[in-house]
């Protein structure tokens, strides 16, 4: 298996919902990354994950909370998000000196 | 700053090489030179990546320059699905990788 899957591929919610992207990967990666891509920009690293524990927070609003509960799981909670962060989120997850292999994404849509 | 320089747009035809620059002339001596390359609503497809001497792969070549202040991207022989922004990243180590503005190539069939 040497892909990354991510759900759900489209997101649709409200600003005062609570929502949760989810990220898998079964390459033994021990680094997974959060980006976000708005539209016409390149990828914005938001956080990453070494060996299950935070390593990189690029000052990202408390909105967003990652979690890793495993090696091979990485959620994006989100919570109380505005219409701003309607995005493309992608996840990537790498060999803990290699190169990120990216997932197709989650596109959402906040309302 | 750590970003790269590179064209916004290109176009190359069908069949024919293209070569893809990037300048990074403050890149420190252990940052790796990294290309990804991202389709349309796609997520970054990794394509090469290189720390001093010229290295090839079945998607493309990289040749980085003497001083390693820049660096072309090789594709020996363009098809339509080639289209695409393609980003020349230093990657900082600590798993970092910043992405600059990237090239978007077209390629005329």
């Known amino acids: 298996d040497t892909e990354v899957t991510q759900t759900p591929k489209h997101l649709v919610m409200g600003m005062t919902n609570k929502k949760s992207l989810k990220c898998e990967q079964h390459m033994g990666h021990r680094a997974m990354y959060w980006y976000k891509q708005k539209a016409k920009k390149p990828p914005e690293l938001m956080f990453v994950?070494?060996?299950?524990?935070?390593?990189i927070n690029e000052s990202v609003p408390s909105r967003f909370s990652p979690e890793c509960p495993n090696s091979s799981l990485l959620n994006l909670h989100l919570h109380a998000l505005q219409p701003e962060d309607s995005a493309l989120y992608l996840c990537?997850?790498?060999?803990?000196?290699?190169?990120?292999?990216f997932g197709p994404g989650t596109r959402l849509t906040v309302l | 700053d750590a970003k790269t320089t590179q064209p916004n747009s290109m176009e190359s035809n069908e069949e024919e090489p293209v070569h893809l620059p990037c300048n990074h002339s403050?890149?420190?001596?252990?940052?790796?030179i990294h290309w990804y390359r991202q389709l349309p609503s796609q997520g970054p497809e990794y394509v090469i990546h290189?720390?001093?001497s010229n290295v090839n792969n079945r998607m493309a070549s990289l040749a980085i320059a003497e001083d390693r202040k820049s660096s072309t991207l090789i594709l020996h022989r363009a098809t339509l699905r080639d289209a695409a922004v393609y980003y020349c990243i230093r990657f900082q180590g600590a798993q970092k990788l910043v992405f600059g503005q990237g090239t978007r190539l077209t390629i005329n069939p």
């Open positions: 290189g720390l001093t």
């Open positions: 990537a997850s790498s060999r803990t000196a290699g190169s990120p292999f």
């Open positions: 994950y070494s060996y299950e524990k935070l390593s």
């Open positions: 403050t890149i420190s001596g252990t940052d790796y």
